[in-house]
């Protein structure tokens, strides 16, 4: 199964599933285990300062001799030196989110890196394709943290039919079904961050993987939107505090200070109150914590009957 994946081919991975790179908990300790299961693992960037991601990227050296990546976030302030790490420590995949990495593909693509860029419209995905992604992740509005506004199911097959490199799913998938309609809307590969949020070698504290473990289909609210870069979480009493002043017209600044460490407490500290709990619609599936490796093997073993489905209905 899927010898002849473009996906697994270009980037020398055994599954054609990528590791959301998620801020604070896609460490080396889950990036490292989803590439030795055999998928893409991913570092992510987030805010990290460089000499903090150094030592990520070396420690999943460490544990892994498997491809893996790491995913930088544009707006961060330590961006250019972050890449000047990404480049020095030639890590061979990068993904970028929140911006257009064009000023960094050359030396990217010098050291041989695949870049692939999360999108979340056509547009965006047409014009880094010209400037020489290899690859993009259309990641639909359903996925935890930072979203755009299109949900998976109209977004990727646009996006399919727009560019002319292969392109990654992201967005509401979770298990062996909504890898088969990743496949059916045309995706060469899918992405997951709230399934491997739920397992044994992410870090998140315990107090977020059981709200998480709680969580309904409307569970999730999106905050942000009057800032111009809405995020998805679990709804608790940071969101209503946040929601409210949105409505109220509170200043941009006041909301920009609401928000400053949020997600820490709540990944480190388990204060899933007054901490930002970033998680997908999907988080109403998510029932159980799993080893990395099993998470894996159970959606690939489970492929065969998802699409034995889908043919018994014509």
């Known amino acids: 199964m899927f010898e002849n994946n473009v996906i697994c081919k270009m980037l020398n991975i055994k599954y054609p599933i990528f590791q959301g790179g998620m801020a604070w908990i896609g460490t080396a300790e889950l990036a490292s285990a989803v590439s030795n299961a055999g998928g893409l693992g991913l570092i992510g960037a ?11 990227i070396r420690k999943c050296k460490g544990w892994t001799d498997k491809p893996f990546g790491v995913n930088v976030m544009l707006m961060s302030p330590f961006v250019k030196e972050v890449m000047e790490v990404v480049v020095d420590e030639k890590v061979p995949v990068v993904t970028t989110g929140a911006g257009n990495p064009g000023e960094y593909l050359p030396a990217l693509k010098e050291i041989g890196s695949k870049v692939i860029p999360v999108v979340a419209s056509v547009a965006l995905a047409k014009r880094l394709v010209r400037i020489g992604a290899d690859a993009v ?17 109209p977004l990727v097959p646009q996006v399919v039919d727009a560019v002319d490199v292969p392109v990654i799913a992201a967005g509401g ?8 309609a990743a496949f059916a809307l045309g995706a060469h590969a899918v992405q997951m961050g709230s399934r491997f949020v739920m397992s044994e070698e992410c870090i998140a504290h315990e107090n977020y993987k059981n709200m998480v473990m709680k969580a309904k289909d409307r569970s999730t609210v999106v905050t942000g939107r009057t800032l111009g870069h809405p995020a998805r979480v679990l709804a608790n009493k940071l969101t209503r505090t946040y929601l409210e002043m949105e409505a109220a017209g509170a200043p941009a600044e006041e909301l920009e200070k609401l928000g400053v460490g949020s997600l820490h407490r709540a990944t480190h500290e388990g204060d899933v109150e007054n901490g930002s709990v970033m998680i997908g619609q999907i988080s109403g599936m998510l029932e159980d914590i799993k080893p990395v490796k099993q998470i894996i093997e159970d959606i690939v073993k ?8 889908l043919q018994a209905n014509y």
């Open 46 to 56: 987030g805010h990290m300062p460089p000499d903090v991601l150094r030592a990520e």
């Open 173 to 180: 998938i979770a298990d062996s079904r909504g890898m088969a």
């Open 137 to 153: 992740i259309a990641e639909g509005t359903e996925s935890g943290g930072h979203i755009g506004e299109i949900a998976t199911l």
């Open 302 to 309: 489970g492929l065969p009957a998802a699409v034995e489905r």
